[in-house]
Structures are given as C-alpha cells and as structure tokens.
C-alpha cells in the first residue's frame, strides 16, 4: 500500500534550475606575424565568484608590457615572434593548465578548457579594446551550472506538452480520422519569479549569453543581448529545469518531479510600474535531450536521476 494515497493534492511546487556541471570553452589561437600578437589579450572569468583573469602575449621582438588590466589577474604567455598557431596553442596551454580552477588540453591550434568546479562563468572573451584583441576564436561549448532553488512564485506554473501528430484518413471513409502517426512533440513552461534581485535578473539574461565586465577600472558588469549572438546555438546554454513539490523540496525528494531535461530560459515582457510589484517572467522552451533513454527523454515524472542514458 502507497504511503502517499492523497486523491487531491494542491499543485505548489519549488523551481529547481541547473544540473551541476562545469563550464567548458575553447581557444582557437591564429598565428603571430611580425609580434601581431605582442601586448595582445583576452579574457576568462572563474565559475561562481567570477573572479577575472587576462591572458597576454609577450613575443620575443616586441616590446609591449603587461595590459594590467584593473580588477584582474594577469597571466604572460611569452612566445617567439613568428610562431605558428600550433606554437601560440602549446603556449597557452602551458600557462593556462597549472591554475588550480582550469583544465587545459591542446590538439593543433585548439586550446579546450574546463572549469574544475560546478557553476556558470561570465562568457570567455576577447579584449574590448580593439587594439589589444588577439583575433582569437573563443567559444563556450558548455555553460557551467549548479542546482539553484529560484524561490517563490508570482501565481500559477504552466506546464504544457504538445503532441504533433499525422492524422491518417481515407477516401471512402470521408474525413474521419482513422489513426493518427506520432510525429514528436514539444515542451513548454512559463511563470513569474518573486525574486527580482540583480542576480536573479542577471541569471535569467545570461540565457542569452552575455554578460561580460569593462576592462578598465570601473569594471562595470553589463548583461544584454547582441549581434555576438547570431548564428549561435542555443544549446551551450540549455539546463534542466525541475518542478518539485514544494513538501518535498527540503529533503530533496525527486520522487515526484516534473522535469525538463534540457531547456533554454527566456525572460517574458518586462512591466516597470510605481503600483505594481516587479516580477520577472520567465518562459522555458524545452529540447531533445539525445543524452538520455527515449522513453522519456524530453521530459519526465519520478526521479529524473533514474532514467538510463541513451
């Protein structure tokens, strides 16, 4: 006999977003010609605290100093003038690999990093100053996450699951439908969070996947949305979204959750009023998650952790 029997339930359930993991990127480096590369820099920030590093190139005939970049660490990466792409990777990597909150590897020109703890970064990114950018290409294969309770809500949670379906119909049976072909299906969440706060505005915009600080001694934090972004997948920043009842989020119980396992957040149309409450709203859009079993791969119900891998 189930200990929980309840017929009716009320539907009050904890937003649980993230699924602890690392944030990866990687450097794609160019080759120095003629000390191209000297004084030249770019940017990485630790998962969590965001503490930030600069990376700079120091070349054997050249004659640039440290950017001293404000509020940064900075790491020389000396090289010869003229060295190749392969040279400038091997370089970097050597310098980048011993920090303690880093994981290097090379292969050619590619430079691939992983954060050794959970939790997202500020976007890996060239110098501002167009005379101090390497020309690298820097890429996040991966925003880091941890799991974060996202506090109370404004009113209701939708949760809604479409199927897209082939109806089948014949000639001589007119336009009743005979079957129907499963042709997939999508989910789909929205609801309005309590918590307004610069972190929790901040955390619904970096979806987007810009945030970056100034690189001169106000290192003013911005977060927004621009043409950085074209033709970028959207799936470097696709998490799992959990809706757990609110009874058994304390003992993290995921016995009965509803979860999206790969999703990308959205922050709804914003009202700013001297009257009303400000709330965010949030939409979630969820995606295939090939990683996992498909028999419930787009989204589940029970312990999310139980499903098999594909």
Known sequence: MACNSNKYNLGIRNIILGSDRPQKFCVFT???????LDGK????HEPVTQAKHYFWFNTSGGSAVDPAVPNATGHEVAIATGASKSAVASA????????????????????????????????????????????FSITVAQ???????????????TFTVTEQ?????????????????????????SFELKDSSVESIRRALNFYGS????????????????????FKSTD??????????????????????????????????????????????????????SSKSGFANLFSYGDAAALPDA
């Not at 160019?30 to 191209?36: G, M, Q, V």
């Not at 109806?167 to 789909?188: H, M, N």
């Not at 003992?251 to 509803?258: N, R, T, V, Y």
Request: proline share 3%.
């Open 236 to 289: 470097d920043v696709a998490d799992k979204l959990v809706f757990r009842p609110t009874d058994k989020a304390a003992d993290a119980d995921a016995s009965e959750d509803f979860t999206i396992h790969k999703c990308k957040l959205k922050l709804g149309e914003q009202t700013f009023s001297a009257e009303n409450e400000y709330i965010l709203p949030i939409e979630a859009i969820g995606y295939l998650d």
């Open 211 to 230: 945030t970056v600080v100034t690189d001169d001694a106000a290192s003013e934090v911005i977060s927004g949305y621009g043409s950085s972004n074209l």
């Open 30 to 36: 160019k080759a120095d010609e003629s000390n191209s």
């Open 165 to 189: 379906t082939k109806e089948i119909k014949a000639p001589q049976t007119g336009d009743f439908v005979l079957a129907e072909i499963r042709r997939g299906a999508s989910v789909s969440a």
């Open 143 to 157: 925003f880091g996450s941890v799991a974060t309770d996202l506090g109370g809500t404004n009113g209701d949670i």
């Open 41 to 44: 820099f770019f940017v990485v």
């Open 92 to 135: 970097l990597q050597a310098v980048i690999d011993p920090l303690a909150w880093v994981v290097a590897t090379v292969s050619g020109n590619e430079v691939e990093c992983y954060m050794t703890a959970d939790g997202y970064a500020y976007e890996a990114r060239d110098a501002l100053d167009p005379t101090k950018k390497t020309g």
